[in-house]
T-cell receptor, first 112, second 110 residues
């Protein structure tokens, strides 16, 4: 089944403890993105990747890192999480640049 | 700056027609997308406009006016399962940079 998967789906952590949220797609998509979704603010793009080893900042990249070492994987790294990073995170991929995106199921992160 | 506006909430009756508006002021424009998001789920793609005019897809249609910075999503023959949030998104460059609106929560009543 063609899909985008994210792990973990739920995570509660403490301030400053490094964490990684994984994202993987099996559709051979070139383009991938990370978003966070907060009430009243909608989806905001954190980082995106146009190809292996090619990543760019979105609108809210502060406090996040990404890597794209393989086409199928695009992990999101929080080196020192803070409570304002408590949010619902979505990974997405698309076959063609600027085209419709396929979203993963989301990761709900709580930082205390 | 980037600004996309949508009504926060709308209510409509089963079988009716509803129009969800989206206005945008963005640094660039290379297409407008509509996504549907049911509570607790991921967004799913509904429609895409890059040129002015109407795109029809079954019960869903989307309209774009680039000169006015305006789009709407039209849902016909509403069904209970159409109760969801509807997200408007603009592709702001020639790459993969997207800006989303805050979303409109639609409730369909029997």
């Amino acid at each position: 089944e063609a899909q985008v998967t994210q792990n973990p789906r739920y995570l509660i952590t403490v301030t400053g403890k490094k964490l990684t949220v994984t994202c993987s797609q099996n559709m051979n998509h070139e383009y991938m993105s990370w978003y966070r979704q907060d009430p009243g603010l909608g989806l905001r793009q954190i980082y995106y990747s146009m190809n292996v080893e090619v990543t760019d900042k979105g609108d809210v990249p502060e406090g996040y890192k990404v890597s794209r070492k393989e086409k199928r994987n695009f992990p999101l790294i929080l080196e020192s999480p803070s409570p304002n990073q408590t949010s619902l995170y979505f990974c997405a991929s698309s076959l063609l640049v600027g085209n419709e995106q396929y979203f993963g199921p989301g990761t709900r992160l709580t930082v205390t | 700056g980037q600004n996309i506006d949508q009504p926060t909430e709308m209510t409509a009756t089963e079988g009716a027609i509803v129009q969800i508006n989206c206005t945008y002021q963005t640094s660039g424009f290379n297409g407008l997308f509509w996504y549907q998001q049911h509570a607790g789920e991921a967004p799913t793609f509904l429609s895409y406009n890059v040129l002015d005019g109407l795109e029809e897809k079954g019960r869903f249609s989307s309209f774009l006016s680039r000169s006015k910075g305006y789009s709407y999503l039209l849902l016909k023959e509403l069904q209970m399962k159409d109760s969801a949030s509807y997200l408007c998104a603009v592709r702001v460059d020639y790459g993969q940079n997207f800006v989303f609106g805050p979303g409109t929560r639609l409730s369909v009543l029997p």
